[in-house]
């Protein structure tokens, strides 16, 4: 699989995951914009030097890649990264949104200063990199979309609220991206990985020797790929396992097209709600319309 003639942004690449992305593109032909603010893992101060030491690795390896330091967190930001791949490459194919923070801390202690620092990088983020780059991948009819989202955020952990609402609004982001990009040659993909990068050497524990940032690559590559038809997707992958997240609905219990259902009524028919037996995963509002209609039309 090669990717001649690509174009890639790769945001928060000078290290970590975004560094393996941005050096297996670039190792297959990809045009590469290292973008990277180089800063702490809370998101405190800023370098070039995490992002020229990857754009050194992929030219060093015969490659072609540019450096962007701009912070993903402002709309003038994700402006400049584009530009720079327009600048530098003429055009956008592909863009992985991987730039992150952490400020965790438990719910009670929270402040609103550490939810914006966590949703201006990760889910704003998102925004302001991926409108500019949309509307090239509209006019030229062809883009692939990778947003990184988090175990943290499709299945909760603690400490995280900030992280996790910020990771599965990226879940958001992505499907209504693949329903309407669609036209447009666009897939959008999300993927939950977990690797051993600073981000997570402190939790892993010795659970870190198994999670090389390596392992995540392939699947992240596969899905920036012509050959990726896949979109709409969410993906968990870390230590050799790469599956299939999925948002489904079941059957559930139908009351009836006439009259209210009591609160005893849904009591008794919790089983039936929230029974996990037939159930359908749509790829659209339209298609759990489709079944609620289904069962109006009796
Ligand atoms: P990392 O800390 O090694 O990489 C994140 C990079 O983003 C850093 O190089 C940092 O300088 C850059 N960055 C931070 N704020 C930025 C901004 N405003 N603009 C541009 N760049 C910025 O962490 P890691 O583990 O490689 O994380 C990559 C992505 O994967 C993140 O979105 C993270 O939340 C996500 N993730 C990672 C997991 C893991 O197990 N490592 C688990 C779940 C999600």
């Known amino acids: 699989m090669n990717f001649d003639g690509r174009v890639a942004v790769v945001t928060g690449a000078g290290g970590g995951l975004g560094r393996t992305y941005a050096l297996e593109l670039a190792r297959r032909g990809a045009r590469v914009v290292v973008n990277d603010l180089g800063s702490t893992v809370d998101g405190s101060g800023a370098s070039h030097s995490a992002a020229d030491m990857v754009v050194g690795e992929i030219t060093d390896a015969g490659g072609e890649a540019v450096a962007n330091y701009d912070s993903v967190a402002t709309e003038e930001g994700g402006a400049a990264i584009i530009q720079a791949a327009l600048d530098a490459f003429g055009t956008v194919d592909i863009v992985i949104n991987n730039a992150g923070i952490l400020r965790d801390r438990s719910f009670a202690n929270m402040t609103m200063d550490e939810v914006d620092a966590v949703l201006d990088v990760h889910l704003k983020g998102a925004f302001h990199v991926t409108l500019p780059a949309w509307k090239v991948m509209k006019e030229k009819g ?102 299939r997240v999925f948002i489904g609905t079941n059957h559930g219990w139908f009351s009836g097209p006439d009259g209210v259902p009591s609160v005893e009524e849904v009591s008794d028919h919790l089983d039936e709600i929230t029974d996990l037996s037939d159930y359908i995963v749509p790829s659209n509002v339209n298609e759990e319309t489709a079944l609620f209609a289904s069962m109006l039309a009796g």
Do not use: W
């Not at 499709?154 to 693949?178: E, H, I, T």
């Open 142 to 243: 062809y883009g692939r979309l990778v947003f990184a989202s988090s175990a943290a955020g499709l299945f909760g952990n603690f400490g995280q609220s900030n992280y996790g609402a910020a990771k599965m609004g990226l879940v958001g982001l992505s499907n209504v991206l693949a329903v309407e990009g669609a036209k447009y040659g666009i897939m959008s993909n999300a993927v939950a990985p977990i690797a051993r990068t600073r981000m997570t050497e402190d939790i892993l524990g010795p659970f870190a020797e198994l999670v090389a940032p390596e392992k995540v690559t392939p699947l992240v590559v596969y899905l920036c790929s012509e050959a990726c038809q896949t979109t709409h997707g969410i993906f968990t992958v870390g230590g050799g396992r790469y599956a």
